[in-house]
Structures are given as structure tokens and as C-alpha cells.
């Protein structure tokens, strides 16, 4: 029973939905009437659109409290500084016109709604009353249509078809008409398919950037604490070591001098590993001075020639720099073990909002893409952050690794 009144509640709140829509539909009607003065009408238009999506998230409220229905929230234009631009993007926007739908077919909805509530609810109790007040009426007796009231077993009768309706035949119009107007409310009100699929991508899409913008935080987490804490330990020791055996060179104690040599020996070896593993993880020169400063420490480390070509001008997000100085420092790696090369080049370029990284040398070539190889799991990596990597390698080389991202 209470859902049945919550149900005629919404019913009759139909009606103050309806005349706020009404009066916001007057506005963007003004508005769009007064598009040739610009000044005019745009401020109009943007007004009614804003509050078409204000009264859009009222009546979601509103269907989520009396019928317990959630509906997903179109999203709202997006505007800008630039009056007609802002305009334009407010009337061509779905979300804008299917909620004026809604509103402009609320308002004779609302009105059978809230005098098919009415009645389904006076009528029968009217009739259920009748024995009551029957004999008071003007003629002393009652009519409806051929059927005169003027007896009490008359009125019982009466009365009592009237609590049958009123226990049968009302609250099924009152659940018709709320399910009419939920149909209403989700045909209109909710996303369509397509929008609710793009938003579910962009959804996605945004996540995806958080996971690897989180995994690359984590990377420099990692190289900041191995940087100043392990390896700085590592130093001491191989100093301390060096002391030590400084000091029993002299006393006679070869074999533990020797002991303490090897010691210092894999040391260094340790250290040497993990300055080589922190520069995979997020070189500091990544972070303090970029990219180009960063790419070109790699080819000096190189065990062949590599030319650095490079004209990224604002630098690129801190994600991307990374994932691009992660892609440059592996092929890098690769074409020294495995290409046969005497020469290699890296070109980057920022056109726009978009990063090209293409790394080329003139070995033998073969370099495939395929599942399980090196060049695998860069594209991967790549296409965390909706880029793509292809790979042009005939047998003979030359081998081209292109690399294209957005810079955000």
C-alpha cells in the first residue's frame, strides 16, 4: 500500500514538473527566437539549456524517491568561453533536445495524470460515502446517470461497488499510468545506447589512463627509493671495503684482504646493475630535464653510433615521457644484441596534441611483432595510453619502429 501512494504522489507531482518544464521550454523557445540578436537570444539559450539539465537531475531525484527508479544522467554540453560556439553546441546536443521532448510531452501527460489520479481516488471514495451524506444533497436523494439514490439499502449498494473499485480498479490506474510514465522517463530522460556506450569507452578510456599514470608514479617511486636508499648503501659499503683492505694490505693478512677485494668487486657489480635497472625504471634526468636530455644519455651509452632527432616542444605529460623513454632505451637494447647494425636513429616530433617516436637502424631486419617478442611488449605498453606501435622490418633491414600517442 505505501508504494501505491507513493506511486499517486509522483502522479500528482507530474503537474509541477510539468509547469517548471513549461516555463523553460517558454525561454529556449524566446531564446531561439532571438538568435538574430545574438546578444539577445544566446544568453537565452544557454540559460534554458542549463536549467533544462537542472530540471533534468530534479526529476531523477524524483523518480528515484517515489518510484525507486535510477536513471542515468545525460551528460550536460560542454561550453566555452565563445558565446556562439557555446550556442551552437547547446542545439545540436542530443541530451538538449531529448530532454525538451520529455518536457514538451510531460505537459499533457501530466495533465491526464493528475485528473486520472483524481479520479480513480474521489470517485470511489465519494461513492463509498454516499450512505453518509446522500440524504443531504438538495433533492434529499442522489443521481447517477439512470441510477437514483434515494434509499439507504440504494446507497450501501452504491457504497459498496465503491470500495470494490476502489480496491481493484484504482490502483491498477495508478500503477498503469506510473508504468506509462516510467516508460516516459526512460525512453527520453535516460541515455540512448549510443551515448550510454560512450560514455562507457570514455569511462574506461579515463581509468585506463589512471592505472598507468599510477604504474608510472610507482616506477619513480621505485627509482627514487633504490636511487637514495640502496644504492647509496651499496657506495658506502664498497667504500668501507676499500678502507678495510687499505688498512690489511699491511698486515699481513693476504687471504683476507683477497676476501675483502672480492667482496668490494661484487659491490660495485651491484651497483653498476642498479644504476642500470633504475635507468630502465625513470632516469632522474627523465624528471629533471626531459626528454631530449634523457634520450641522448641513452645513445651515449650505446655500443653503436645513434643519432638523436629531436623537436617536442611543450614537453609531453610525464606519463608519456616515460613510456616514450621506456620504448627509445628498449629498441636501443634490442638493435645492439640483435640487429647486426652499424648505425641507428631516433626521431621525435609533438604535432599538436600527438607524439611521433620512430626508432630506425640499417641491420638485418626480421623484427616481427608477434606475440612473445621483445616488441610485444612495447606496444603494449604503447597502448595503455590509447597510442600504437608498428614495425616495418623486411629481411635486410632497414628495421622502422613508429611510435604515435597523445602528449596528454
Aim: proline fraction near 5%; glycine fraction near 8%.
Amino acid at each position: 500500500m505505501p508504494q501505491l501512494w507513493l506511486a499517486s504522489a509522483h502522479l500528482a507531482a507530474d503537474g509541477v514538473s510539468a509547469l517548471a518544464g513549461f516555463a523553460v521550454l517558454m525561454l529556449l523557445v524566446t531564446g531561439i527566437c532571438l538568435l538574430p540578436a545574438a546578444l539577445i537570444g544566446a544568453p537565452l539559450v544557454i540559460a534554458a539549456a542549463w536549467l533544462l539539465h537542472r530540471l533534468a537531475d530534479a526529476e531523477r531525484d524524483r523518480y528515484a524517491t517515489l518510484c525507486g527508479l535510477e536513471i542515468p544522467a545525460q551528460s550536460a554540453p560542454e561550453l566555452s568561453v565563445n558565446l556562439l560556439r557555446s550556442t551552437l553546441t547547446v542545439l545540436t546536443s542530443r541530451s538538449t533536445w531529448r530532454q525538451v521532448c520529455y518536457f514538451a510531452l510531460l505537459i499533457p501527460v501530466s495533465a491526464l495524470n493528475v485528473v486520472a489520479v483524481a479520479l480513480a481516488w474521489a470517485g470511489p471514495t465519494m461513492l463509498a460515502l454516499l450512505p453518509f451524506y446522500y440524504a443531504e444533497l438538495p433533492l434529499g436523494r442522489a443521481a447517477i446517470g439512470p441510477l437514483n439514490i434515494d434509499n439507504t439499502g440504494t446507497a450501501l449498494a452504491v457504497a459498496a461497488v465503491g470500495v470494490l473499485a476502489g480496491l481493484t480498479v484504482s490502483p491498477v490506474v495508478v500503477r498503469t499510468l506510473r508504468a506509462l510514465d516510467i516508460f516516459l522517463a526512460r525512453t527520453l530522460f535516460a541515455p540512448s545506447r549510443d551515448t550510454r556506450l560512450t560514455q562507457q569507452v570514455a569511462y574506461l578510456t579515463a581509468s585506463r589512463a589512471r592505472v598507468v599514470d599510477a604504474a608510472e608514479a610507482e616506477r619513480r617511486r621505485i627509482e627514487r627509493d633504490l636511487h637514495d636508499g640502496a644504492q647509496q648503501r651499496l657506495v658506502a659499503m664498497a667504500m668501507t671495503l676499500g678502507r678495510a683492505s687499505s688498512r690489511l694490505k699491511g698486515a699481513g693478512h693476504p687471504e683476507t684482504v683477497e676476501l675483502i677485494e672480492s667482496a668490494r668487486s661484487e659491490a660495485r657489480q651491484a651497483i653498476n646493475e642498479l644504476r642500470d635497472l633504475t635507468r630502465g625504471l625513470h632516469p632522474p634526468v627523465l624528471t629533471d630535464r626531459g626528454l631530449d636530455a634523457a634520450l641522448s644519455a641513452v645513445a651515449a651509452r650505446s655500443p653503436i653510433p645513434v643519432t638523436i632527432d629531436f623537436d617536442a616542444v611543450p614537453r609531453p605529460s610525464t606519463t608519456v615521457e616515460g613510456i616514450a623513454y621506456f620504448v627509445v632505451s628498449e629498441a636501443l637494447t634490442n638493435v645492439a644484441k640483435h640487429a647486426a647494425a652499424s648505425t641507428a636513429w631516433v626521431t621525435i616530433r609533438r604535432m599538436d596534441d600527438r607524439l611521433t617516436v620512430t626508432i630506425g637502424d640499417n641491420g638485418i631486419g626480421g623484427a616481427t611483432l608477434g606475440r612473445g617478442s621483445g616488441l610485444s611488449g612495447l606496444a603494449d605498453r604503447v597502448s595503455g595510453v590509447d597510442g600504437k606501435l608498428t614495425v616495418s622490418s623486411p629481411v635486410g633491414g632497414p628495421t622502422l619502429i613508429e611510435v604515435d600517442m597523445k602528449c596528454a
